[in-house]
């Protein structure tokens, strides 16, 4: 039913655009890792867009027809529409080494560009407009790398050392810690994930890419869970074994990074 949908909507959807122009699909479907509660995420790349009267028409016809496909079981997400020098502006400086994520309301910690364009399914792009931001992103860069590493290594340890962090274990405040541990683990993601050369997949799908990883601390998926739904044992406080737990984590991916 995929396939039938994308022969129906990409026309309408090339209809919004004014002159060059790519039609891809991102999120899950992008990266292949859809299931059954996936909706669809088009993405449209132009030059620039229709306006007035045009606009309103293919509008109103586009959204009656999105209804019209959720009640056969596909939910589209509507169609991102984004002028193709924006796109070349803000990949310029990913990949110069000036990662900036935009603070999006839907996103936990900010939608990340090169998260986006890279694992995109194109599905029209006669003007290789999103094959050579792909290109672009082969092998990936070493500026980036290390800014995204540096960026995120120290607020690691800057954390592993915090007075703050360690009263606030000693205390139990479980609302700071919730926040604080759920980011740490956000930050150890994006180091290891540079540091194996995998861009960063986005809030969601975190844990399962790091079966990719080549470099990662020994039972890191477990230790992880552990940090983020952490459970007594014996006479410990679950805080303090948290607290240790992200603290020698943090050890060794710096360890990872040094070496």
């Known amino acids: 039913m995929l396939g039938e949908l994308i022969d129906y909507c990409v026309p309408m959807i090339r209809e919004f655009a004014?002159?060059?122009?790519?039609?891809?699909?991102?999120?899950?479907?992008?990266?292949?890792?859809?299931?059954?509660?996936?909706?669809?995420?088009?993405?449209?790349?132009?030059?620039?867009?229709?306006?007035?009267?045009?606009?309103?028409?293919?509008?109103?016809?586009?959204?009656?027809?999105?209804?019209?496909?959720?009640?056969?079981?596909?939910?589209?997400?509507?169609?991102?529409?984004?002028?193709?020098?924006?796109?070349?502006?803000?990949?310029?400086?990913?990949?110069?080494?000036?990662?900036?994520?935009?603070?999006?309301?839907?996103?936990?910690?900010?939608?990340?560009l090169p998260t986006d364009i890279y694992n995109q399914e194109i599905i029209e792009d006669p003007y290789n407009i999103a094959a050579d931001w792909k290109k672009r992103m082969e092998p990936y860069p070493e500026a980036m790398k290390t800014a995204v590493i540096n960026k995120h290594i120290n607020r690691l340890k800057y954390w592993k050392t915090d007075y703050h962090y360690r009263n606030k274990a000693a205390r139990k405040d479980i609302v700071f810690l919730a926040s604080l541990s759920a980011n740490i683990v956000h930050d150890i993601m994006q180091v290891l994930c540079a540091a194996n050369n995998i861009y960063f997949p986005g809030d969601g799908h975190n844990?399962?890419?790091?079966?990719?990883?080549?470099?990662?601390?020994?039972?890191?998926?477990?230790?992880?869970?552990?940090?983020?739904?952490?459970?007594?044992?014996?006479?410990?406080?679950?805080?303090?074994?948290?607290?240790?737990?992200?603290?020698?984590?943090?050890?060794?991916v710096e360890n990872i990074i040094k070496a």
């Open 207 to 252: 844990l399962s890419i790091s079966k990719y990883f080549f470099l990662k601390p020994d039972g890191l998926e477990e230790r992880i869970e552990f940090i983020l739904y952490p459970e007594p044992a014996g006479n410990y406080d679950k805080f303090e074994r948290q607290y240790n737990a992200i603290t020698g984590l943090i050890n060794e």
């Open 18 to 112: 004014e002159g060059k122009y790519s039609i891809t699909i991102g999120g899950s479907r992008g990266k292949k890792l859809s299931d059954g509660n996936s909706d669809v995420d088009f993405r449209l790349y132009a030059e620039d867009f229709i306006k007035g009267e045009r606009w309103d028409r293919n509008y109103i016809t586009y959204t009656k027809d999105l209804q019209y496909w959720e009640n056969r079981g596909l939910k589209i997400d509507g169609v991102w529409m984004r002028r193709i020098s924006e796109i070349d502006e803000k990949l310029n400086k990913w990949l110069s080494g000036s990662p900036e994520p935009e603070m999006l309301e839907w996103t936990i910690w900010g939608y990340y």
